[in-house]
């Protein structure tokens, strides 16, 4: 089983022909208003790229309002495991989605019933060694650094996506399987763990992995990703698109095809080529979820990419 932790929110999209100023409004002819919030989108984007291969579960918390009926009922159309995600006198997360017609985006987020999410909710049953548990950074730091010890403790493997970037305890990093990061993102943890590294993504990554004995994967947009374990690294290009309409769901999407790679006991080069390609693939469509691919989409694409670059370090 994959388990997500993480928040579940609804996104307000509007669609503007450039991003506003700071204090300036920009008009748009209409909004749409779809399921989204990091946690929700990665456990669609890791159902979809399981296929029937694997269950997912989320895990989070919701309002007791029409956003989160929505949600709810979004997450169970894709076959997701919904019954670890607990109702919160808060009203649902709500996030706020402003993109151009290049498919650059401004976002904002009100947390809500995300930050009453706690780790207890996920059961001691569903954190054995054949489990992934997948997290991200919008519920409360401290129940992601609590879940992730007691899921090393029971074996589970686990994967945190440091988005939005916050400081991370050292314990908590060196407890982690998996770290992925942007190259902003691993800038930034970097500078906490006073690992002063040039601006290099192939370095960062080592840095971060050597430190925290962990695998750290950065990535770095059009060009790809970069991964480090040990001596060991990756550079994976990304799939070249003809237009990109929304980068919104980008991240996710890789995140959600990477963990299931992972548990699907794909080696680390396979993983991080289907995780490039879903990424790429989630560029093409409007929305957080709509354009988030199908296993047989990713597998359709696999001819169109290189395979990942070993090398040393």
């Given at each position: 089983?994959?388990v997500?932790?993480?928040?579940?929110?609804?996104?307000?999209?509007?669609?503007?022909?450039?991003?506003?100023?700071?204090?300036?409004?920009?008009?748009?002819?209409?909004?749409?208003?779809?399921p989204?919030?990091?946690?929700?989108?990665?456990?669609?984007?890791?159902?979809?790229?399981?296929?029937?291969?694997a269950?997912?579960?989320?895990?989070?918390?919701?309002?007791?309002?029409?956003?989160?009926?929505r949600?709810?009922?979004?997450?169970k159309?894709?076959?997701?495991?919904?019954?670890?995600?607990?109702?919160?006198?808060?009203?649902?997360?709500?996030?706020?989605?402003?993109?151009?017609?290049?498919?650059?985006?401004?976002?904002?987020?009100?947390?809500?019933?995300?930050?009453?999410?706690?780790?207890d909710?996920?059961?001691?049953?569903?954190?054995?060694?054949?489990?992934?548990?997948?997290?991200?950074?919008?519920?409360?730091?401290?129940?992601?650094?609590?879940?992730?010890?007691?899921?090393?403790?029971?074996?589970?493997?686990?994967?945190?996506?440091?988005?939005?970037?916050?400081?991370?305890?050292?314990?908590?990093?060196?407890?982690?399987?998996?770290?992925?990061?942007?190259?902003?993102?691993?800038?930034?943890?970097?500078?906490?763990?006073?690992?002063?590294?040039?601006?290099?993504?192939?370095?960062l990554?080592?840095?971060?992995?050597?430190?925290?004995?962990?695998?750290?994967?950065?990535?770095i947009g059009?060009?790809?990703?970069?991964?480090?374990?040990?001596?060991?690294?990756?550079?994976?290009?990304?799939?070249?698109?003809?237009?990109?309409?929304?980068?919104?769901?980008?991240?996710?999407?890789?995140?959600?095809?990477?963990?299931?790679?992972?548990?699907?006991?794909?080696?680390l080069?396979?993983?991080?080529?289907?995780?490039?390609?879903?990424?790429?693939?989630?560029?093409?469509?409007?929305?957080?979820?709509?354009?988030?691919p199908?296993?047989?989409?990713?597998?359709?694409?696999?001819d169109?990419?290189?395979?990942?670059?070993?090398?040393?370090?």
């Open positions: 089983m994959i997500v932790f993480g928040s579940l929110n609804i996104d307000m999209l509007l669609r503007v022909e450039r991003l506003p100023h700071p204090g300036e409004t920009v008009k748009c002819p209409f909004y749409d208003w779809v989204g919030g990091k946690g929700a989108n990665q456990a669609v984007a890791a159902a979809r790229a399981a296929g029937t291969k269950k997912v579960a989320m895990v989070g918390k919701v309002g007791d309002d029409g956003f989160g009926t949600s709810l009922n979004n997450l159309r894709e076959g997701i495991h919904v019954s670890g995600v607990g109702l919160s006198a808060l009203p649902t997360g709500c996030a706020s989605v402003i993109f151009d017609r290049s498919g650059e985006n401004q976002i904002v987020v009100a947390s809500g019933a995300n930050s009453d999410t706690t780790a909710q996920v059961p001691n049953e569903i954190l054995g060694p054949d489990n992934v548990v997948l997290m991200q950074m919008e519920v409360r730091p401290d129940e992601n650094w609590s879940l992730i010890q007691r899921a090393r403790a029971k074996g589970a493997t686990t994967i945190l996506n440091l988005a939005p970037a916050l400081a991370v305890p050292k314990y908590a990093l060196e407890s982690l399987d998996y770290l992925i990061v942007n190259q902003i993102e691993a800038r930034q943890i970097a500078e906490k763990l006073d690992l002063h590294i040039e601006d290099d993504a192939m370095a990554a080592h840095a971060l992995a050597k430190s925290c004995s962990l695998t750290c994967i950065i990535t059009p060009r790809g990703s970069v991964a480090s374990k040990g001596d060991e690294s990756w550079r994976m290009p990304a799939m070249q698109l003809d237009e990109v309409v929304d980068t919104t769901g980008s991240g996710d999407a890789y995140c959600g095809a990477f963990a299931a790679a992972i548990h699907a006991k794909k080696n080069a396979e993983a991080l080529k289907r995780a490039s390609i879903a990424g790429s693939l989630a560029c093409t469509k409007a929305g957080a979820q709509a354009g988030l199908l296993d047989s989409d990713i597998d359709a694409h696999l169109k990419v290189p395979d990942a670059q070993h090398g040393t370090l």
